[in-house]
């Protein structure tokens, strides 16, 4: 199956600073990437939906000044979360679907655990 | 609004006891019914992906199953490495690109 790449799997960082975290699709080429998010014993929760070239759509509640998503290429997204809170500290997973080949099926990445001090 | 409910939360079993998840769902025009298994502090790992009703799968000790109202995810004579979470999503035309996901059915293979 198609693989989708995150980085870094775990970050620890003080509270007000700001952490990138990348999402690249290894193996093909995603228009589509989306953010989700993840706490404990809980499911995913959709945070955004970016398209390669344009801007992200966010999902209703999620503050798109808090996190930054950029989509600059057909196999890489951004996520920032900017000025950091406890509160943020989380699971973030991304997942990417292809071009064609892959329609329907969303390939995850392995997530990246924020821990916010 | 989209409703995806999997049941039960959590399930014990011994290795070699069948059993099955289920997945409850409300949507209007559904484009895709899936299941994914997350182990813990991993991403979710694709598995199935059903289109109608009457549609079933299978991957080694995994069928899953979709009627108009509901997904089962059968596990026959399960392993302790078949212990995860399994997830179930749903894809509907609104925002079609989005998966509305479950609860999660945490799954333990006691040897």
């Known amino acids: 199956g198609a693989v989708v790449s995150q980085h870094p799997s775990w970050v620890i960082c003080k509270s007000g600073t700001s952490v990138k975290i990348e999402c690249r699709s290894l193996d093909f080429q995603a228009t589509t990437m989306f953010w989700y998010r993840q706490f404990p014993k809980q499911s995913l929760m959709l945070m955004a939906t970016?398209?390669?070239?344009?801007?992200?759509?966010?999902e209703q509640g999620v503050e798109k000044d808090k996190f930054l998503i950029n989509h600059a290429s057909l196999t890489l997204s951004t996520l920032t979360v900017t000025s950091a809170h406890p509160e943020d500290s989380s699971f973030y997973i991304c997942?990417?679907?292809?071009?064609?080949?892959?329609?329907?099926?969303?390939?995850f990445g392995e997530g990246s655990r924020l821990t916010v001090l | 609004e989209d409703q995806v409910t999997q049941s039960p939360e959590a399930l014990r079993l011994q290795e070699g006891e069948s059993s099955s998840l289920n997945c409850s769902y409300t949507v209007s025009g559904l484009r895709g019914l899936f299941w994914y298994r997350q182990d813990p502090g991993k991403g979710p790992e694709f598995l199935f992906t059903?289109?109608?009703a009457g549609e079933e799968k299978e991957k080694e000790r995994l069928k899953a199953t979709l009627t108009k109202k509901e997904s089962f995810l059968h596990i026959t004579a399960p392993k302790p490495e078949d212990s995860a979470t399994y997830l179930c999503?749903?894809?509907?035309?609104?925002?079609?690109?989005?998966?509305?996901f479950g609860q999660g059915t945490r799954l333990t293979i006691n040897p």
């Open positions: 999503a749903v894809q509907a035309p609104q925002g079609a690109q989005k998966l509305v």
């Open positions: 970016s398209n390669e070239g344009s801007k992200a759509t966010y």
């Open positions: 997942s990417a679907r292809g071009l064609e080949g892959y329609t329907g099926e969303l390939f």
């Open positions: 059903l289109y109608s």
